[in-house]
């Protein structure tokens, strides 16, 4: 459940990376070839977006 509010708080392309990686288990090649990007680019993008995310996960819940 904290994971899942966690991934739901960070922005679109975040979200739609980390859930490639995490539910469909896609390689960096699957995933540079469905983004349109070098493999390399998407190893960067998906380094910060585990960064945000573990970053999200420390803060806790948002007050809503």
Known sequence: ARLQQAISRLDDR??????????????????????????????????????RLGQLLKEGPRDE
């Not at 539910?23 to 960096?28: E, L, Q, V």
């Open 14 to 51: 975040e979200r739609a990376l980390v859930s490639l990686t995490l539910d469909h288990k896609r390689s960096y090649a699957e995933l540079a070839t469905l983004l349109g990007l070098s493999v390399s680019a998407t190893k960067s993008r998906l380094f910060r977006a585990r960064a």
